[in-house]
């Protein structure tokens, strides 16, 4: 087994922290969750062509990073449970919540029976056009079947197109995309899961005021932008941040960079 040190974060692990302080507008009193999002977790392959190769990461990787996080004084949380600890400023223990985008299936192969066998359940952002439309991509059943072990299913959009407002976009012509975009899911979760979507990962964490403003009256309570700085104090559920790690780093560096943001929280507080 290589050594932590050697072990890099090939851009596919993502880390994700909220502040209490930001979503509520209030003082920090103490706490930090992190979201970890993970896309493909998959054996490294010989042939050498890996173009996702900054999305993925290997079985043995997770195997590790769940270990830590299980050393670690941490609750693992649904994302149910961090909007709840969110919207009721509930932050007397730091939190850890687990999300899968896109739907892949070796979401169900590899990222599933580790979750599973350390007892973890993850949260599964997929868009819709991808369920069930190849090999690689999860299906309807097997999304259900991941839900009724208590893994939780939300929304990605339908397409995964960057949902801002494009330039010489009418009125009619956005609101026309958002409603596919953001209805189309909520309808086929409805049908396929029995619930529609209560949250939505942005696809490339991308949003403008119109797309949040969409997604609030088509329904979501929540939903994940993607910002590497510090969030504003106007902060909202639907404008949640989250902080990636773009470049490669070791799991020292990943765990360091946990620690050091907890520090850098309750040293506000004081
Ligand atoms: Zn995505």
Redesign the pocket.
Same mark, same amino acid.
């Given at each position: 087994m290589p050594s932590l040190k050697t072990t890099i974060i090939r851009g596919g692990l993502e880390a994700l922290y909220f502040s209490g302080a930001n979503v509520l507008m209030r003082p920090f009193v103490s706490g930090v969750g992190a979201i970890l999002t993970l @896309?493909h977790v998959r054996p490294q392959r010989p042939d050498g062509f890996q173009p996702n190769r900054l999305l993925e990461v290997t079985p043995e990787f997770l195997e590790r990073v769940l270990r830590f996080l299980r050393r670690q004084q941490l609750d693992i949380v649904s994302l149910d449970e961090v909007y709840r600890r969110l919207v009721e400023a509930d932050f007397s223990r730091r939190f850890v919540c687990i999300t899968i !985008? !896109?739907g892949y299936r070796d979401t169900l192969q590899y990222a599933y029976p580790i979750l599973t066998k350390h007892g973890f359940t993850a949260t599964l952002?997929v *868009?819709t056009d991808y369920v069930g439309a190849g090999r690689n991509s999860l299906s309807w059943p097997e999304l259900r079947e991941l839900a009724a072990e208590g893994f939780d299913i939300q929304a @990605?959009s339908k397409t @995964?197109g960057d949902l801002r407002r494009t330039i010489g976009e009418t009125d009619a012509q956005f609101a026309r995309r958002m409603q596919a975009e953001l209805e189309v899911p909520r309808g086929l979760f409805q049908r396929n899961l029995g619930a529609p979507p209560t949250t939505l990962?942005y696809? *490339?964490g991308a949003a403008d005021e119109d797309v949040v403003r969409a997604v609030r009256e088509t329904g979501y309570a929540a939903a994940f932008t993607v910002r590497r700085e510090g969030n504003p104090s106007f902060v909202t559920p639907l404008r949640a941040h989250r902080s990636q790690i773009y470049s490669e780093m070791s799991l020292q560096d990943f765990i360091k960079n946990l620690e050091v943001r907890h520090e850098e929280r309750l040293g506000e507080a004081q």
């Open positions: @896309h !985008d !896109d952002f *868009y @990605h @995964h990962a696809p *490339y």
